[in-house]
């Protein structure tokens, strides 16, 4: 059992004095030391913490969040510790402002404690590309939470805050949470302001939470979701709000999708999948198979997308601008190839040479126009699905967790891990893996996603679906 | 089939600026050839009559007005971040060696 209540109510008794910020934020810090040696956290933000933990206990700070502990990912720009995106590249940078997800939660009242670890710049699927450490997983030390949002999962599994927040460019608040075993919901595109977090790959970048139950992502959404100037991409959000959820399962169209339930798959996790299905069913869910026949093609068109933005927006780690520099540098031009070859860890450079190759005079039509026009027939067969069914069911990863070290030398294994998440990146939709049970002791999550823009539906959707599979 | 020579490897880590020791070099050689040879099945899916995409969500053009907004920041402020300043602008060494 989790030692948080639910959001809302540890906002509402710290809001009448019955419970402290401080008391909180304490209960909080102490059990990220307790349970360090899981490798969640990269710094924590205590001293800040404790001041606006002061704060809000003396009623300065007020709000749907009051005092309630949560924990960004390191590619967040935060005040109080360094933001440094696990990257070697950015150790020692400080956030001269805070990113708009930060800003929004703060204004809510809510406090930040901890910065979590990540595969460097969000680079992964298991938290192995991290520049400075790997994080295990809360069910089996030996094994990985999941990438890049792994740090996140952990610390919400460890019970170290009541929610984290992350990033999810290709499933990377998703997977994680199948692997590590709690909620993570990947809004549609736009929903939340990317402002002040290190860009990845920017035409499918979200942020979401990660939390314990539906309820909690619904709350922290509907704080972070809206129009930013800062994001020329934000959308309005719902006028109705993310917060009070109703709605029922009966006459709910359901598609199982077809393609990722394949051989693929390891039988357990179809077993895990099937049982989940069947209980929507029998709370009055019609349940239809669906094909998306393009849906295997996903994972080629992200990995000729993503790496070309990634070398995009990794042009900026020049040695010039950011902290890390390479010392022995006789010109200019030394500099950048001494800093940006001795500053990026191994994937970070794979995919800026993939990106460097597929975006290339002689190789562009090929591979970054042909990606991206297959991505509008994803789109299409996306949207002749949701004519069909109101939402879309299956896994969010072939496996449970992997060994540490057992995808280390092989990159294209570890991108398979992205299979089943990238194609709603691509197409923009929103999606949320939800904790469906175990195999061989380790969590399966259940991916349910919907048509842009649907994200109050989904949310419903998956609060009548959480009820079912706990 | 894409399958990259060492040569093709050291051009790309010029056009990125990348310096890469002898084993990275190797490495990237036939772990890139294989990645590009698993994205390549692309080249046989049938796209005639479709258009690329670039932004899902269909905004265009997002424009503000062009006015001055102070968010309250200092030049120093956000400077403390780059290795090297001198009078408040960014110092890099000299462009010819």
Not at chain 1, 37 to 66: C, M, N, P, S, Y
Not at chain 1, 222 to 240: F, P, Q
Not at chain 2, 27 to 42: M, P
Request: with cysteine; aromatic share 6%.
């Amino acid at each position: 059992m989790s030692q948080w209540l639910p959001i809302a109510d540890i906002a509402a008794k710290v809001s009448t004095g019955e419970l402290k910020a401080t008391d909180l934020v304490e209960q909080a810090l102490k059990t990220i030391d307790e349970k360090k040696e899981f490798d969640a956290i990269i710094a924590t933000t205590e001293e800040r913490a404790r001041e606006r933990a002061q704060k809000v206990d003396a009623g300065e700070i007020k709000g749907h969040l009051a005092g309630v502990p949560f924990i960004a990912k390191d590619n967040f720009l935060t005040f109080g510790a360094e933001t440094t995106a696990a990257s070697n590249m950015l150790r020692g940078f400080v956030a001269p402002y805070q990113a708009t997800a930060i800003e929004k939660l703060e204004a809510e009242g809510a406090i930040c404690v901890a910065k979590a670890n990540l595969d460097a710049y969000a680079h992964g699927a298991s938290t192995e590309n991290s520049d400075f450490f790997t994080t295990k997983n809360p069910h089996d030390k030996t094994r990985v939470p999941g990438g890049s949002s792994g740090g996140s999962a952990a610390a919400v599994v460890l019970d170290m805050a009541p929610f984290a927040i992350g990033t999810d460019t290709g499933g990377s608040i998703r997977q994680p949470a199948s692997f590590s075993g709690c909620v993570g919901y990947k809004p549609t595109y736009g929903l939340v302001s990317r402002s002040g977090v290190v860009a990845m790959a920017s035409s499918t970048d979200v942020i979401g939470p990660l939390t314990r139950t539906v309820e909690d992502t619904a709350l922290i959404l509907d704080v972070m979701a809206g129009r930013d100037d800062l994001d020329s991409t934000t959308i309005e959000a719902d006028k109705a709000g993310y917060a009070k959820l109703d709605g029922s399962l009966k006459g709910k169209k359901v598609g199982i999708i077809r393609e990722h339930m394949g051989e693929s798959l390891d039988p357990k996790i179809i077993a895990v999948i099937e049982s989940s299905v069947k209980k929507l069913e029998a709370a009055g869910a019609e349940v239809t198979e669906i094909s998306l026949p393009s849906l295997p093609m996903a994972l080629a068109v992200y990995y000729i997308l993503c790496p070309a933005e990634v070398s995009s927006n990794l042009g900026r780690y020049d040695g010039q601008r950011f902290p890390y520099s390479y010392a022995e540098a006789k010109d200019l031009d030394d500099s950048y190839f001494g800093s940006r070859g001795r500053g990026f860890g191994k994937e970070a450079k794979r995919r800026i040479m993939i990106g460097t190759y597929v975006l290339s005079s002689g190789y562009y039509d090929a591979y970054y126009k042909k990606a991206q026009t297959v991505r509008t027939k994803l789109i299409n067969e996306f949207s002749e699905a949701f004519k069909q069914v109101d939402f879309l069911v299956g896994p969010v990863a072939p496996t449970t967790a992997f060994k540490i070290g057992q995808n280390a030398n092989n990159p294209l294994q570890m991108y398979l891990a992205d299979i089943m998440t990238v194609a709603v990146n691509l197409v923009g939709n929103p999606a949320i893996s939800l904790p469906a049970g175990m195999v061989d002791g380790l969590p399966v999550g259940l991916q349910l996603m919907a048509p842009q823009k649907a994200d109050r539906e989904l949310l419903e959707l998956a609060k009548s679906t959480e009820e079912l599979l706990v | 089939m894409a399958k990259l020579t060492r040569e093709d490897v050291l051009k790309l880590a010029r056009l990125a600026r990348l310096e890469l020791s002898d084993e990275e070099i190797t490495g990237f050689q036939s772990e890139l050839s294989e990645i590009l040879q698993y994205v390549e099945q692309l080249q046989d899916v049938d796209v005639s009559g479709l258009k690329p995409t670039n932004q899902v969500t269909g905004l265009t053009n997002v424009m503000r007005e062009d006015e001055v907004r102070d968010y309250g920041y200092k030049t120093e402020e956000l400077l403390k971040n780059v290795p090297k300043v001198k009078d408040n602008q960014i110092e890099v060494k000299r462009m010819l060696g």
